[in-house]
């Protein structure tokens, strides 16, 4: 049976892990404000932009740029993003579950290679029989536009050197600072916009030529998705991570609760064995007297 140094040895112990989930809840609250901030207006610029290459996507020739062809190389690229540290609950779990359930769908004649972003994913990847073509890791703490810009440039290039017919991104869109959910999007090749057939037939005029306005803003559009995608991974972190602290932090008070409870029947248990001692002793030296 454990006794009273040990169970307060326990509680003092405990009761510095709750100051340091207390104190972690606060960081990642402070850090979920900018964050979010950051991302409700970065979406509405991402959405009109997919929106509008969705549409010319629909009507322009692919000959235009590299990035509007379609091919079937058999080649694919999966863009795996999470964090770089822990204790944020089942944040890096659901996203490992989820591009593992994707590459296990993928058909045995297609090739995939994974780009890991984040220290969760390539230290989980790393232990996998699966190809890593490159790593993005510890920058989130300090995400910027040229981070995205980089990882964008890498996937376009890619993309037009045709070692890839497809590129997807996994990653956890943030909802609510409770609610993350894991969304599985295709970068590349864009996605047409479901249109009326007599809407399709309807082309755009373009000034000063197709080349050049599909030149500057297909990569653009890339980098933008990768952006918000990162942004939307961090928020969710944040958001994730303040709540397993938060609950962490009362499991911490009901075991500090519980403990102290034992502590008390201990020392009550300790106090009456102790005094049944002295009366036991007092009853045999009157009995020896006697």
Do not use: W
């Amino acid at each position: 049976m454990a006794t009273l140094r040990d169970i307060k040895r326990r509680i003092t112990s405990v009761k510095s892990t709750q100051q340091i989930t207390k104190a972690m809840k606060l960081v990642a609250a402070a850090k979920l404000r900018r964050a979010q901030d950051r991302i409700l207006e970065a979406r509405p610029y991402a959405f009109k932009m997919q929106e509008v290459l969705a549409s010319l996507a629909l009507r322009a020739d692919p000959q235009y740029h590299p990035l509007l062809r379609r091919r079937e190389t058999g080649k694919k690229i999966i863009v795996v993003i999470a964090a770089d540290k822990g204790l944020c609950g089942g944040f890096n779990s659901n996203i490992m579950r989820r591009s593992l359930d994707l590459l296990r769908a993928t058909p045995g004649e297609t090739t995939v290679t994974l780009v890991v972003v984040g220290r969760k994913t390539r230290d989980f990847y790393r232990r996998r029989p699966y190809t890593i073509r490159s790593e993005q890791i510890g920058f989130f703490d300090r995400l910027a536009y040229s981070h995205a810009a980089a990882l964008g440039k890498e996937l376009a290039s890619a993309y037009v050197a045709e070692d890839a017919d497809e590129i997807h991104l996994i990653y956890n869109e943030f909802k609510s600072v409770t609610t993350q959910r894991v969304v599985v999007e295709r970068l590349l090749p864009i996605e047409p916009l479901q249109a009326p057939e007599e809407l399709a037939a309807i082309d755009f005029i373009y000034e000063p030529s197709p080349q050049a306005i599909l030149e500057g803003l297909l990569p653009k559009h890339v980098e933008v998705q990768v952006y918000r995608a990162l942004m939307e991974s961090l928020a969710g972190e944040y958001g994730a991570r303040m709540t397993a602290m938060d609950a962490a932090s009362k499991n911490a008070s009901e075991m500090i609760d519980l403990l102290t409870l034992q502590f008390n029947k201990a020392r009550q248990e300790r106090i009456t064995k102790e005094l049944l001692e002295v009366v036991g002793g007092a009853e045999a030296l009157r009995s020896a007297r006697g």
